[in-house]
Nanobody, 112 residues
């Protein structure tokens, strides 16, 4: 059974940090490019960050320099370290194994 389970979301003040985790099971994690997407209320889902099997990382312009994506193949887990958070980062964040599997999402709210 394929599972992608996100965790680490929550409420944080502007300027704060959160680390999202996505634990994967049921498929061969190491052969998939992994990514994080987000969807804010009333908006389309957008790409946040990508990490391929070789470890090459790509970011949306809106998060460059603030977010870092990483993966631990031994733990079948992908991470998103989010620093200097802004209110506009508020969204449901989804883990994605391109182009096949999605997690259920975790809410991130940035507010004072």
């Amino acid at each position: 059974q394929v599972q992608l389970v996100e965790s680490g979301g929550g409420l944080v003040q502007p300027g704060g940090s959160l680390r999202l985790s996505c634990a994967v099971s049921g498929f061969s994690f190491t052969i998939y490019t992994m990514s994080w997407y987000r969807q804010a209320p009333g908006k389309e889902r957008e790409l946040v960050a990508v990490i391929n099997v070789g470890g090459t990382k790509t970011y949306a312009d809106s998060v460059k320099g603030r977010f870092d994506i990483s993966r631990d193949n031994a733990k079948n887990t992908v991470y998103l370290q989010m620093n200097s958070l802004k209110p506009e980062d508020t969204a449901v964040y989804y883990c994605h194994a391109e182009w096949k599997y999605w997690g259920q999402g975790t809410q991130v709210t940035v507010s004072s």
